[in-house]
């Protein structure tokens, strides 16, 4: 069975940065994209980044530029490096798996880690 475990987070002023990290178990890890997904209070939950098992990322339009999704050789551990944080990339943070193709459209397989509390004041 999939298992997701995210670390990092934590709070951080306007212009800062913070790197979340994803450690992926089960025997389909090598085979699946995974991603990152958001949730500010009061909205919908938004995919941020995801990365595919060779190595093909999407970005939603709001962070490109500013956060970087990356994959070990391993395929196992997927972090997030976000730059120039801004008040607006407050959220709950969550690890997600699913399948990302090369047109850009990402499906989910509704699988998720705890979550991962981002902060950022102006």
């Known amino acids: 069975q999939l298992q997701l475990v995210e670390s990092g987070g934590g709070s951080v002023q306007a212009g800062g940065s913070l790197r979340l990290s994803c450690v992926a178990s089960?025997?389909?890890?090598?085979?699946?994209?995974i991603g990152w997904s958001r949730q500010a209070p009061g909205q919908s939950r938004e995919l941020v980044a995801a990365i595919s098992p060779d190595g093909y990322t999407k970005y939603a339009d709001s962070v490109k530029g500013r956060f970087t999704i990356s994959r070990d050789g391993a395929g196992n551990t997927v972090d997030l490096q976000m730059n120039n944080l801004k008040p607006e990339d407050t959220a709950d943070y969550y690890c997600t798996a699913g399948a990302l193709y090369e047109s850009g459209e990402y499906y989910s397989y509704d699988v998720w880690g705890q979550g991962t509390q981002v902060t950022v004041s102006s």
């Open positions: 089960g025997r389909t890890t090598k085979t699946i994209a």
